[in-house]
């Protein structure tokens, strides 16, 4: 089966970074994404990695390694908009239809 | 573009009763999928149409749940009999099938099975 594993819940003073850790093993890899989803609402595509290394968009980077499983969303200047699930996913096949494996989400308060 | 529209936002039935939710993808999108998202079992994956054929519909609970995709546009999600342990929110999402196959999501469904 697949398998990605994210911390439940964060909690991070606003101004801070805060670092989101996700393993993963799965039967496939073809790519890496982060979603972000606020409460109530849809998830909504943060980043994606494919390669090993860091990708960094704005206030959040993400980073990869393949042959540890491992990735990690980083947030820096938090907001108190960023509270809010961080959802890792792993795009299993390299096949036209783009299915993915979603973790259970990583719950992040961010307080005053 | 209006992104992924799925009808109705929230829906509140009886158990028993047949449920469909609705979903319009983003146009030029060649895959959809549907999920399920509970707080004990996170977001399901429960079917997913490449070019409007099912390719993967293990994740369906059981034969209550049925999912058609008849063109391009529009598929539906449905539930007969719906239980209460149906309750959950329902997303749909599309992707282009082209670059990184990023997922849109809708903006889901809450159902409420009495």
């Known amino acids: 089966g697949q398998n990605i594993d994210q911390p439940t819940e964060m909690t991070a003073t606003e101004g801070a970074i805060v670092q989101i850790n996700c393993t993963y093993q799965t039967s496939g890899f073809n790519g890496l994404f982060w979603y972000q989803q606020h409460a109530g609402e849809a998830p909504t595509f943060l980043s994606y990695?494919?390669?090993?290394g860091l990708e960094e968009k704005g206030r959040f980077s993400s980073f990869l390694s393949r042959s540890k499983g491992y990735s990690y969303l980083l947030l820096k200047e938090l907001q108190m908009k960023d509270s809010a699930s961080y959802l890792c996913?792993?795009?299993?096949?390299?096949?036209?239809?783009?299915?993915?494996?979603f973790g259970d989400g990583t719950t992040l308060t961010v307080k005053p | 573009d209006a992104g992924v529209i799925q009808s109705p936002r929230h829906e509140v039935t009886e158990m028993g009763q047949e449920v469909t939710l609705r979903c319009k993808p983003i146009s030029g999108h060649n895959s959809l999928f549907w999920y399920r998202q509970t707080m004990m079992r996170g977001l399901e994956l429960l079917i997913y149409?490449?070019?409007?054929?099912?390719?993967?519909d293990s994740g369906m609970p059981e034969d209550r749940f049925s999912a058609k995709m008849p063109n391009a546009s529009f598929s539906t999600l449905k539930i007969q009999p719906s239980e209460p342990r149906d309750s959950a929110v329902y997303f749909c999402a599309s992707s282009p099938n082209r670059g990184k196959n990023i997922q849109y999501f809708g903006a889901g469904t809450r159902l409420s099975v009495l």
């Open positions: 990695n494919v390669l090993d």
């Open positions: 996913a792993v795009r299993l096949h390299n096949t036209n239809a783009g299915k993915s494996t």
């Open positions: 149409f490449n070019n409007n054929v099912p390719i993967d």
